[in-house]
């Protein structure tokens, strides 16, 4: 029963990654380690195919092996998370307004504390 249930999750999460790709608050990357983690337990070759993708897999193996995040990724994450505070503060109401300066400072707490690659 594990095995078509993580392919499943496993399609779903690519599938979400892709709209992630084209939607700006949805993270494309998280999707895409879940997918792997759940076709290296159902489908070697699938997840062989998303290592291999010449954009996503560095990102992917990069994790895996070193739990790193690429610099270029946090640089941009960087960048669209100031981008979506500042878009917060000048639209929400008060208290939102502070909502998305908090989650971006919460992940880039986090982001920048691990290791480049």
Do not use: N, Q
Not at 24 to 47: G, I
Not at 90 to 105: D, M
């Amino acid at each position: 029963m594990k095995v078509p249930t993580y392919r499943v999750l496993g399609a779903l999460c690519v599938a979400l990654g892709a709209v992630g790709a084209v939607l700006p608050l949805l993270p494309t990357t998280p999707f895409l380690l879940l997918a792997a983690w759940f076709f290296a337990r159902s489908h070697p070759e699938w997840e062989a195919k998303l290592l291999a993708h010449p954009k996503w897999g560095p990102a992917i193996l990069a994790w895996r092996d070193h739990r790193a995040i690429p610099l270029v990724a946090k640089r941009l994450a960087t960048l669209l998370l100031a981008i979506s505070a500042i878009g917060g503060w000048l639209t929400l109401p008060e208290p939102w307004c502070y909502v998305p300066a908090a989650v971006g400072v919460l992940v880039l707490s986090w982001m920048w504390t691990r290791p480049s690659v």
